[in-house]
């Protein structure tokens, strides 16, 4: 199968309109540091913050004090091609014409790949939201269901209220279970004002004088103890993808080889997860499918402490776990939803014109095969007065 440039073209028209039209980041972001960036070829974008208005008392014919007008602070927003770029790739196996010849590959190929740029500018833009204030903690997360879920909408809207945040659209974030949870919350409830909570028989997208905004790329963690080694045919599951701990690899997918100690076994559990390490070896590795929901999707990340794993991702995540001993088991499942303003988390941003088309050479067996690239350059940055509009929330995941 052929890919020509103006085939490329049309899958990046189609990626843009993917990327820029379904994109929740630039859409509640401030973005003037991009247009900065763009316009004066820099790498920094300043916010100067000189000083605020005061109130005081007034003494007639005396002049007012300058107490607390004369402290000067500076705050930037950096983006760096060498740090802060990414490649979104796809690989097109055009190896066997027969397969492809009735695929539409603009579509497909075209929409995954704005999807998959998209993503990256989303997660990148909430792993940078910042606030003053917090509901709840990690170590003590909200159960988010319930005659709870009004009072904690209600509270944090009174802690973005600090801010005395009045003409600025006010936003609650959230991933997709805690979405359903508000509408469970407000399905039976009856107002004065129904054709304006309901749309169609459905909740409306907002919510005491907010706007709901659903994403699957807010930030999750968790911690696996594991002070023991797995025995053989225990399974550990994240993400819907279970692997099963194996005292010798079978060749099966999903397998992690528990090795000579509980550290070998947590190293190679995080081979797994994380794709790193010796497959074949170390683990064996889950199917495409699978390896995009946990590595791109989701993109689970994993480090060790002690005798812990520490897992890190994006969206709601479901773990579970088969083991044998006990004291292995899954803490401190935590999501973050959160309570804040249009334009309280800067967004810098550029995207590099076209996709570049590349035909890698084939390695002895390997399939012969288009690559296609879009690149990223993003960073972001809540600025002060920004932290003092949002509110993290700890959600409780462990029922996810």
């Not at 692997?243 to 947590?266: D, P, Q, W």
């Not at 776990?321 to 899954?330: D, L, P, Q, V, Y």
């Amino acid at each position: 199968m052929s890919i020509d440039n103006d085939m490329v073209k049309q899958i990046y028209a189609r990626a843009q309109r993917k990327f820029f039209v379904k994109n929740m980041a630039m859409a509640l972001a401030n973005r003037e540091p991009g247009d900065a960036l763009k316009v004066q070829g820099g790498r920094k974008y300043h916010r100067p913050i000189i000083g605020f208005a005061q109130m005081q008392s007034y003494t007639p014919l005396t002049a007012t004090s300058v107490s607390q007008n004369i402290e000067t602070a500076n705050e930037e927003l950096t983006v760096d091609r060498a740090t802060d770029a990414e490649s979104i790739h796809i690989n097109i196996d055009d190896t066997e014409k027969s397969q492809l010849k009735d695929q539409d590959l603009v579509a497909r190929y075209g929409d995954d790949l704005g999807q998959a740029m998209k993503d990256s500018v989303e997660k990148g833009w909430v792993g940078k939201i910042e606030s003053v204030q917090t509901l709840g903690s990690a170590a003590a997360p909200i159960d988010f269901s319930g005659t709870t879920i009004l009072d904690t909408v209600e509270d944090g809207l009174g802690l973005v209220d600090v801010a005395d945040v009045d003409e600025i659209q006010r936003v609650i974030l959230m991933g997709p279970r805690a979405y359903r949870a508000i509408e469970k919350a407000t399905a039976n409830r009856t107002t004065a004002l129904g054709d304006q909570t309901y749309l169609g028989g459905y909740p409306a997208r907002s919510l005491m004088d907010s706007m709901l905004v659903k994403s699957n790329n807010l930030p999750w963690s968790a911690t696996l103890a594991m002070g023991t080694a797995p025995s053989d045919g225990d399974t550990v599951t994240v993400a819907g993808v279970t692997a099963t701990y194996k005292t010798s690899l079978t060749g099966a997918m999903n397998e992690i080889f528990i090795g000579a100690n509980v550290a070998a076994s947590r190293a190679n559990t995080i081979a797994y997860f994380t794709g790193t390490g010796t497959v074949g070896t170390q683990y064996s590795n889950p199917d495409i499918t699978q390896r995009m929901y946990l590595r791109r999707n989701r993109r689970i990340g994993v480090t060790e402490s002690s005798a812990n794993l520490l897992f890190t991702g994006f969206g709601d995540v479901g773990t579970a776990e088969t083991f044998t001993a006990s004291g292995n088991t899954w803490g401190a499942e935590v999501s973050k939803m959160f309570f804040t303003a249009v334009g309280a988390t800067d967004l810098a941003l550029q995207l590099d014109e076209g996709i570049e088309m590349s035909r890698p050479k084939p390695m002895t067996g390997e399939a012969h095969f288009t690559r296609l690239s879009g690149v990223t350059m993003h960073n972001a940055k809540t600025f002060t007065d920004g932290k003092y509009m949002t509110v993290t929330t700890f959600v409780d995941a462990s029922d996810y």
